[in-house]
């Protein structure tokens, strides 16, 4: 199989202009680290304490970096640059469709780092300079406090470090802000539109939402927040991270290998964080690694037949995802009709055996593991393509769990005890409960049908989103959670989900859309039902 990555003069003419520097032109890649992230963070006077932090903690030298020297040169056939001015690339099948797959022509280090400008730190904290800002990292962090600042388990080098994304989001990019994709979510008054993001602080996770208030979807994002517009009690309001010239300041954020953004006070992984973080993890697939954001391959938007391309990765170059030989990795474009949540999907081929590192969790105790992969389409010959596969997770030091034994990818919902919500049999309840209302019965056979399709290890999708703007993935028997296991989970530990193939007669085909990973008492309804967005 060939392969490929984006020429550096593909990639800037699909980077917006800010994004590099004006002197930089054709392939030409700079020597000088003055087009780097930490540079363009020096030249902001407003920043000067993060700055002198990301110095002296060593963490600017990590924020220099951009091409991965060790990557392999591709065929030219395989790249991007070869489909847009050709419209051939490497053949690719899913489903019915026919596609072209591209492959990165080169591998690049990029980062997201979130500041707090000095004026807010002075105002808000009293950290004039980096000592102060040390001081207050050592109470927030003080096992680390003494140790010198380079020292990865420092105070000041875990403060900065959690305020590091290993992938560079735009502010556009944090959450999807396509109105195709916005639209089909149905219950923004109580869903956040979110996603988790793995930090430069190991074993530290960090959600990102963007809410709907009183109408308005994307006038703000925020760090670590929870609860929504419907239920205000339940609010932690979290950090705000502000878009581009929101202070007024008028100094580029963009660089070659980064972006910065502002944000309204200092980021702590405390116990009050890890509170607010303790609420179900729906993780969208296409963000387990940053070189599927890196790479450019998340979160685009099919338009035109030349969108429809798909991004796939080459063994040993893509971050916390190992796989055997016969296995082939791709990340598709987003489509407001797939029949999969934000229209996301990565697709897992051939005789394939796969590992994924999960994101780690914020606290101690019993999770429940869950994956939604599966998209038959009710086409007959597609569908044995999905043929069996075997889940197994591990922690850290142990070896593979399977996750009971191989399931059949060919059934439906159906076959797991599925009834539609609108179509359940609440007679026989009316009948035994005197005074019990229609409504009361059908609710109750509605948690009934929940029941037992958790009997068999599965759960209707979320109702929160619709592929064709009237129908939601919760009233398509086509898509369903298995649930793969419960496990009690550290955080300081790290887990592994790996994923095979185990029927050898032809080569599968899986969409892979999300994973979540639930805390007891979500799952368990200690402090209510879970609820069904």
């Known amino acids: 199989m060939r392969f490929f990555l984006f020429s550096f003069s593909a990639l800037l003419a699909l980077m917006p202009i800010s994004m590099y520097a004006q ?7 700079p020597s000088s680290d003055t087009y780097f992230l930490p540079s363009v963070i020096q030249n902001n006077p407003n920043l000067s304490i993060y700055y002198s932090a990301l ?48 492959f990165p022509e080169s591998r690049y280090f990029k980062y997201t780092v979130f500041v707090v400008p000095d004026s807010i730190l002075a105002l808000n904290y009293n950290i004039r300079n980096l000592e102060d800002l040390r001081s207050y990292a050592e109470q927030q962090y003080p096992s680390g406090a003494g140790k010198p600042d380079y020292d990865r388990e420092s105070s000041l080098n875990m403060f900065m470090s959690y305020h590091i994304l290993p992938e560079m989001l735009t502010y556009e990019q944090f959450n999807t802000s396509q109105h195709q994709i916005i639209e089909r979510h149905l219950h923004l008054d109580e869903l956040d539109v979110e996603d988790f993001y793995e930090t430069m602080l190991p ?17 703000k ?155 038959p389409m009710g086409i007959d010959d597609f569908r044995k393509q999905h043929g069996n596969l075997l889940f197994y997770v591990r922690q850290e030091g142990s070896e593979f769990i399977p996750c009971g034994t191989p399931k059949n990818m060919f059934l439906t919902a159906e076959d797991l005890g599925y009834v539609k919500d609108d179509d359940v049999d609440y007679y026989d309840i009316i009948q035994n409960n005197p005074g019990m209302t229609e409504d009361e019965a059908k609710e109750l056979a509605i948690i009934e049908n929940d029941k037992l399709m958790r009997s068999h290890g599965s759960m209707k999708s979320p109702d929160s989103y619709t592929y064709n703007g009237r129908t939601s993935l919760r009233d398509d028997n086509n898509t369903y959670r298995i649930i793969l296991c419960e496990m009690y989970m550290q955080p300081e530990k790290d887990y592994y989900l790996r994923i095979r193939q185990v029927n050898n007669e032809y080569e599968s085909n899986i969409p892979f859309n999300y994973l979540e990973i639930v805390p007891y008492d979500v799952y368990s309804g200690e402090n209510g039902p879970e609820d069904r967005h």
Request: proline share 5%; net charge neutral.
């Open 23 to 29: 002197d930089v032109s054709g392939d030409t890649i």
């Open 55 to 102: 110095r002296a903690t060593g963490l600017a030298d990590t924020l220099e970096q951009y091409i991965d020297p060790t990557y392999p040169g591709v065929s030219y056939d395989s790249t991007l640059a070869c489909f847009m001015n050709t419209g051939r690339a490497i053949f690719y099948r899913t489903a019915y469709e026919e596609e072209n797959g591209v």
């Open 203 to 219: 074993h530290s996770i960090m959600r990102i939402s963007t809410p709907y208030e009183q109408g308005n979807y994307g006038s």
């Open 221 to 375: 994002i925020f760090i670590n927040r929870k609860g929504t517009i419907k239920y205000p009690e339940k609010l932690i309001p979290g950090i705000q991270i502000y878009k581009e010239r929101e202070l007024g300041y008028q100094y580029d954020s963009y660089s070659l290998n980064g972006i910065y953004h502002y944000i309204s006070e200092p980021l702590v992984y405390n116990n009050a964080t890890r509170d607010a973080l303790n609420v179900r993890m729906r993780i969208m697939a296409s963000t387990l690694s940053p070189d599927f954001i890196n790479s450019g391959a998340r979160g685009r938007l099919r338009y035109t037949d030349r969108d429809r391309y798909v991004v796939g990765f080459l063994p040993g170059f893509c971050k916390n995802v190992q796989w055997t030989e016969g296995s082939e990795l791709w990340v598709r474009y987003r489509d407001a009709s797939f029949g999969c949540y934000n229209g996301d999907e990565i697709t897992l081929r051939g005789q394939f055996d796969m590992t994924f590192r999960l994101p780690p969790v914020p606290q101690n105790g019993l999770y429940e593991i869950r994956i939604n992969c599966y998209s």
